[in-house]
T-cell receptor, first 114, second 111 residues
Framework: EAQVTQNPRYLITVTGKKLTVTCSQN?????MSWYRQDPGLGLRQIYY???????DKGDVPEGYKVSRKEKRNFPLILESPSPNQTSLYFC?????????????FGPGTRLTVL | GQQLNQSPQSMFIQEGEDVSMNCTSS?????WLWYKQDPGEGPVLLIA?????ELTSNGRLTAQFGITRKDSFLNISASIPSDVGIYFC???????????FGDGTTLTVKP
């Protein structure tokens, strides 16, 4: 089944404790992206990747890192999480970064930073 | 960054009624997209619009790409209870990785 998977789905952590949220897609998509969703603010793009080893900042990259060492995986790294990073995170992928291609979203990761 | 103003923020309607929501942008996009998000899930694409003036339908849903390329609307006709959810508009540029989303319209349909 074609899908985007994220792990973990739920995470409660404490300020300053490094964490990684994994994202994997099995559709051989070139383009992958991370978003955070906060009440009343819609989805805001954190980072995106046009292809392996190519990453770029979205609108809210501060406090996050990403890597794209292989096509199927695009982990989101929080080196020193803070409470303002408590949010619902979505990973998405598509064949191309071309605007005509459909983005598929993962199920979301709900992160709470205490 | 880019800003999309989506309205209304929420809607409470009776089953069978038609619904209309829209998005406006401070600048132009090459593509407008409409997504629906069900509780506990990621957004799912409903309609994609690629040309200014384009009018596209998907079942009971109709969306239009504004002539100015700075706005789009989504209409849902004869709403049903399963239409409940959050609807997002999004704008994208050709060959660019950035996507900008509206804040969402929460739709409640009373049976």
């Amino acid at each position: 089944e074609a899908q985007v998977t994220q792990n973990p789905r739920y995470l409660i952590t404490v300020t300053g404790k490094k964490l990684t949220v994994t994202c994997s897609q099995n559709m051989n998509h070139e383009y992958m992206s991370w978003y955070r969703q906060d009440p009343g603010l819609g989805l805001r793009q954190i980072y995106y990747s046009m292809n392996v080893e190519v990453t770029d900042k979205g609108d809210v990259p501060e406090g996050y890192k990403v890597s794209r060492k292989e096509k199927r995986n695009f982990p989101l790294i929080l080196e020193s999480p803070s409470p303002n990073q408590t949010s619902l995170y979505f990973c998405a992928s598509s064949f191309l970064a071309d605007s005509t291609d459909t983005q598929y979203f993962g199920p979301g990761t709900r992160l709470t930073v205490l | 960054g880019q800003q999309l103003n989506q309205s209304p923020q929420s809607m409470f309607i009776q089953e069978g009624e038609d619904v209309s929501m829209n998005c406006t942008s401070s600048s132009i996009f090459n593509t407008w997209l409409w997504y629906k998000q069900d509780p506990g899930e990621g957004p799912v694409l409903l309609i994609a619009l690629y040309k200014a003036g384009e009018l596209t339908s998907n079942g009971r849903l109709t969306a239009q790409f504004g002539i100015t390329r700075k706005d789009s609307f989504l209409n849902i006709s004869a709403s049903i209870p399963s239409d409940v959810g959050i609807y997002f508009c999004a704008g994208r540029y050709t060959n660019a990785g950035k996507s900008t989303f509206g804040d969402g319209t929460t739709l409640t349909v009373k049976p």
